[in-house]
């Protein structure tokens, strides 16, 4: 039994460095990607289904993916804003 035990835990961890690498590789050659892990919300147990056909959902996937890109062109705005405020600053104090 030890032997099927060590068996199973030498595949596991070898999977988890296939999939790291395969990350690695594709996030190295390809584009970037996230994956996230989303719980089904407190108090929503009656639609666990509808929670889990959400991941095959095109539609709820886009929305997703337009979130994503309003989210970083607002923070990519932010930088800017941040950034010329910096930049104002180190004017006024070389010029004093």
């Known amino acids: 039994m030890w032997k099927v035990k060590k068996w199973f835990e030498e595949k596991t961890a070898t999977k988890k460095e296939y999939e790291q690498e395969k990350r690695e590789f594709i996030m190295a050659i ?57 930049m104002e600053k180190e004017k006024t104090k070389q010029s004093k």
Not at 58 to 65: G, N, P, Q, V
Request: proline letters at 4%; one cysteine or more; hydrophobic letters at 35%.
């Open 30 to 86: 390809g584009k970037p990607f996230i994956t996230l892990k989303i719980e089904l919300p407190n108090g929503f147990d009656d639609q666990r289904y509808a929670f889990l056909k959400l991941e095959e959902d095109c539609e709820f996937i886009d929305e997703i993916k337009e979130h994503v890109k309003k989210n970083l062109l607002l923070k990519k705005q932010m930088n800017k804003l941040v950034h010329s405020k910096k």
